[in-house]
């Protein structure tokens, strides 16, 4: 039998726990446990998450992260109709698409150029003109949009706990309040590492290179809000004016979730959201924003790889029976279940043919 810890229960760690539970731990002599500082799951970044799923409309044309995203996005609409058929729990899951609206002219023009990118790579992306924006979506303020109907949006905090209820139904242990100090107490024959910011204490011992941390927090604020008669049902992401982006999430019932800020100044959690800037950014493109009544406002901090690129994979040099899944930065609900792919081949077979060596620590 062989033991496997994993430290840390966001999305990366139960997606991982759900993943390795699914190809039958009895086969592969899999003893699954995970490990979680906190009382409950999702209770770091991930609870924090606006939970969009954007891949095929991401800026960023090619590469590793761009076919790491699409892989991960293709896994969606069955993990998720999967996890329901086994648990019959709700998860609030976006089908209709992310409308992206720019404004500099590099935007629009990158946008353009995406589609035929994406149609090769097998994803549709269609632009919209300013009528067929005003005729769908009402009341916007733009002269076009780049619509994405395979991207999604999912509640990450549903998702986590469906995770979690399947895994634990497929043989995996869940330990809460289980703070792992350090990892050289864990007996464990694997290790993996899903601890978000935390992973900095437990790996700082095992990369004595480096005299910094790996990962930095990059706080981001959020709102719940309730906005009458917009009657939008498919997500928004919008370039603001400094180049930063809104995304603005349907829940039903006239309800939105609308953020997130990007700080990379640091300050103490919990932290009050920046009502009026979000506000303000929304109201940019959509004048209904100016009846929006603000229900809830929170923060988090988003585990960001300091140095390099998001997120990090693969095994800890020179111990290789630690793996690490981690710093996903933006991208951890999107890109959780390809993580998971990988990290399980990993461990099961010591390769994958997803492209992750890009991803890895080096020594
Ligand atoms: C405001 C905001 C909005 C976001 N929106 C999106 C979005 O729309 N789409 C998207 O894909 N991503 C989004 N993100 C990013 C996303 O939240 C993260 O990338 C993702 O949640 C990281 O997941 P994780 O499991 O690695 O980390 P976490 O969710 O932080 O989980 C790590 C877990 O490890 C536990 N832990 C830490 N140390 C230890 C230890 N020593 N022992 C045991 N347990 C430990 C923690 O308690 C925690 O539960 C957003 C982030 C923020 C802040």
Known sequence: MT????????????????????????????????????????MGATGTALGVLMAACSSKAKGPLVKLRLASLSKYDRLISELIAQTNRDILYNRNGILSL??????????????????????????LDQAQITAQFLLWQTDGGL??????????????HALVEAATQNGVKFMWNAPV???????SDRIVITSG????????????????????????QALLVQVPNLNLQTIINAENEDHSDINIVPLGNDRY?????????????????????????????????????????????RPRPDGFQAPILGFVP?????????????????????????????????????????FALTA
């Open 102 to 127: 720019y404004r500099s002219p590099e935007g629009k023009s990158k946008a353009r150029s995406l589609i035929e990118i994406r149609q090769e790579q097998g994803f549709v992306l269609q632009w």
């Open 197 to 220: 910011l935390g992973a900095n204490a437990l790996l700082a011992p095992f990369l004595k290179n480096r005299s910094q941390d790996i990962l930095q927090p990059v706080g981001g």
């Open 257 to 301: 979730w609308l953020g997130a800020t990007i700080e990379f100044e640091p300050t103490e959690l919990p932290r009050e959201a920046n009502v009026s800037l979000l506000l303000e950014q929304a109201i940019a493109w959509c004048p209904s924003f100016n009846q929006a009544k603000v229900l809830e406002t929170w923060a988090g901090d």
């Open 181 to 187: 100090k350090n990892l050289e107490d864990l007996t």
């Open 3 to 42: 033991t496997v810890t994993i430290v840390g229960c966001g999305v990366i760690g139960a997606m991982i726990a759900y993943e390795l539970s699914k190809c039958e731990l009895s086969k592969y002599e899999l003893n699954v446990t995970v490990l979680e500082a906190k009382s409950q799951p999702a």
């Open 318 to 358: 020179e111990h290789p029976h630690i793996l690490i899944a981690t710093g996903h930065y933006r991208n951890g609900v999107m890109m959780a279940p390809v993580t998971a792919e990988i990290t399980r081949d990993l461990l099961l077979h010591g390769k994958s043919d997803l492209p992750w060596k890009s």
């Open 147 to 160: 619509l994405s109907p395979c991207d999604r949006a999912v509640h990450p905090t549903q998702l986590v």
